[in-house]
């Protein structure tokens, strides 16, 4: 059974960091695209960063790069996401994502598997 699992969301203040953490059980991260992708009230569901199984292709949306990093732990199964010099506008709640594929899309329709989201809040 597929599984991810989100953590480490909170309050921050803006200029301030926050670590996520994504458990993934059920597939190795070393064969299939995982992404993180967040949600803000009243918007629709965006991907933040993605990256590939075959060649490690990695995609940042642009409202994130130079201050989002994602990383994975394969012996863990576990994928990060490092936030840096949060704005209250990265307010959200954060998922990752499989698409069981090779590949990772941008579409969140593409994915199968969601994790249950983690809360991050940047007050000004």
């Known amino acids: 059974e597929v599984r991810l699992v989100e953590s480490g969301g909170g309050l921050v203040q803006a200029g301030g960091s926050l670590r996520l953490s994504c458990a993934a059980s059920?597939?190795?991260?070393?064969?299939?695209?995982v992404s993180w992708f967040r949600q803000a009230p009243g918007k629709e569901r965006e991907p933040l960063s993605c990256i590939s199984a075959i060649d490690g292709a990695r995609y940042y949306a642009d409202s994130v790069k130079g201050r989002f990093t994602m990383s994975a732990d394969n012996v863990a199964n576990t994928l990060y996401l490092q936030m840096n010099s949060l704005k209250p506008e990265d307010t959200a709640v954060y998922y990752c994502?499989?698409?069981?594929?090779?590949?990772?899309?941008?579409?969140?329709?593409?994915?199968?598997?969601w994790g249950q989201g983690t809360q991050v809040t940047v007050s000004s």
């Open positions: 994502a499989t698409n069981l594929r090779h590949y990772y899309g941008r579409s969140p329709e593409s994915y199968i598997y």
């Open positions: 059920g597939f190795s991260l070393n064969d299939y695209a």
